[in-house]
């Protein structure tokens, strides 16, 4: 019969094809197939070549992608972070000038609200910050003055109320002789001394000069802003040094008082004005 020898030649075919069909030693290993992001991998391809290789491709590099970004940033604003911080510079550097000219500005006029503020500035920067004021506000409100700050660690200084009225001292040694009752604008003080002779008058306080003017009856009166938003005016002076915009401390001479050719005693007219209006002077000086 015929039938076997035929399928013994086609099961030969089949090999035959078979063998031919098989890739070569050496060709390029099949590309893998694609596989979903997160699919764990399996245990040959964990076992499989270095475990130190790592693949940049699959993960950027972060610092590499900032600074890519960045410049391109710059390059799309036109400016850098070195013109950033000129711009700075230049802005504060104006806003500096500005402020300086205001300042200049306000003491080279002479005008009642520019003699305001620079009574304000000349105040600032001169004066020291209160810190007895603030420790005893801590004191009230917390309960004590905070420990960890070195200044309100020191106990011998003890701590002044923020209300306390200031004292101020006497203009010269003498008694009232006109109170103020009697015109509600200021006292009148005979000198302690019973003479014809000069008494120097003195300034109760740190102030400014405001105004040297000439009375009525031919006295000098001197206007001084003192701290503490007190104006005080001496007047009745027989002389004075000082002139519009001098700086005096509490005891310098103010002017002098001297008694006339008819033997009259000199007296001193003294007024003090707080926030505008005339208060009694013997509430803020004590006179002997």
Not at 142 to 156: H, M, Y
Request: glycine share 8%.
């Amino acid at each position: 019969m015929k039938y076997p020898k035929e399928s013994k030649n086609r099961r030969k075919k089949r090999i035959e094809n078979l063998l031919e069909e098989k890739p070569a030693t050496g060709a390029a290993p099949a590309p893998e197939r694609f596989r979903l992001p997160g699919s764990p991998p399996s245990f040959r391809e964990w076992g499989a070549g270095d475990r130190n290789e790592f693949d940049s491709s699959l993960e950027p590099d972060p610092e590499a992608m900032w600074k890519q970004q960045r410049n391109h940033w710059e390059d799309e604003g036109g400016r850098g972070p070195g013109q950033g911080f000129r711009a700075g510079l230049l802005r504060r550097t104006v806003a500096s000038l500005l402020v300086f000219g205001a300042v200049w500005g306000i003491f080279a006029v002479q005008e009642p609200w520019a003699v305001k503020a620079q009574y304000f500035v000349t105040d600032i920067l001169s004066n020291d910050m209160d810190f007895a004021a603030a420790q005893v506000w801590y004191e009230e409100h917390f309960n004590g003055a905070p420990s960890f700050i070195p200044i309100f660690g020191d106990e011998q200084v003890p701590a002044e109320k923020v209300t306390a009225a200031h004292e101020l001292s006497a203009p010269l040694a003498g008694s009232i002789v006109r109170p103020f009752a009697t015109s509600l604008n200021g006292v009148e003080i005979i000198p302690a001394d019973d003479s014809s002779a000069s008494v120097t008058v003195k300034s109760v306080d740190t102030g400014r000069v405001l105004a040297v003017s000439k009375e009525a009856r031919g006295g000098i009166r001197i206007t001084v802003r003192h701290t503490g938003e007190i104006t005080a005016e001496y007047g009745h002076l027989s002389g004075t040094r000082l002139a519009v915009d001098d700086w005096v401390q509490s005891g310098d001479e103010i002017g002098w008082i001297q008694g006339t050719e008819d033997a009259r005693v000199p007296l001193l007219f003294f007024a003090v004005m707080k926030d505008k209006t005339y208060i009694d002077p013997a509430e803020v000086v004590s006179f002997d």
